[in-house]
């Protein structure tokens, strides 16, 4: 037995985890989940380290397990099932071996199924994430079977509040090494405007729409190439601005007008289509005043998971569980029954 069998998963799925640092020397982007966060949410519910997970763009999933298993569903909220009951998102739960879990998106981001013990899958340059533009892993196909790792840990039924970060808004953003060849009119006007997240987008970046002129820089098409990391904000020959995934390019000759916050890449990175996003810029000691590493996030993660109180509607053997203990007679402290 593998650990689970993907039954049914519509394109794009991969595996990821927090990626693989340190090769952009060697033209390879650190790659990972788009949302790094939803990574070590998962952690935090699991009780254990960050693992490789299944990263759900908004298409739908089967999976059937064929061992006992921990869930835990974190990233862009999608409508789950186990063998057709509700499932709460954000929260940690039992599987049993034989149930099938199926995944339909709710609207647009993504969505990642992590397990305990993790996707037990090769490490290759020190990670197990798929990086389809270096050819590194493939897209997941119905029928993939996934290995589980070692199950150390035990607890099910926690939740934790992801906040309301999938649906845009203003994101913070540092200077870039092009910010000072923008105009002042055009930086001030940059902030100013309500862009639009297009459809257009994929792990590399995404487009982002907005009305007026668009931006550019005096002599943009003598740029030499530069350092490109995710979360630049990159401006094409015609002046529409693209903000930069986790799988783009390490190097690019396009002027960068900014950088989003590391802090708040995972809410620009989730935004679905349609959402409004507005940028900010900021100073790098303000951007610092919140950073925190991943060890200190997953440790503040940790802190704030809590008890999942369940439906019982949504118990299907309620039967096994303890819903009434510590019952009396009523009777005041030291007082003897009656003869």
Known sequence: MTGLTVARIGPGATVQDLGRGGYIAQGLSRGGAADRLAILEAAALLDQDPTAAIELPPVPATIRFDRPARLALTGTPMTARLDGDPLTWHAVHAVAQGQTLSVSPAGGGYGYLSF???IDTAIRLGSRAAHLAAG???????????????????????????????????????????TALFSAKDIARFQDTAFVRAPQGNRQGVRLDHDGAPFATDGQLSLLSEIARPGDIQMTGEGRPYLLGPECQTTGGYPRIGAVVPMDLPRALQAPPGAALRFRFVTREEAMRDHLSDDRLLAALRGKVRRLTRDPRDIRDLGRYQLISGVTAGRPEGQEPDP
């Open 136 to 178: 590194l892993g493939r897209a997941l196909d119905s029928g993939d079977d996934l290995p589980l790792g070692d199950d150390t840990a035990g607890r099910t039924d926690r939740v934790l509040d992801a906040g309301a970060r999938f649906a845009g808004g203003t994101l913070r953003i540092l200077p870039s090494a092009h």
């Open 116 to 118: 305990g013990g993790g």
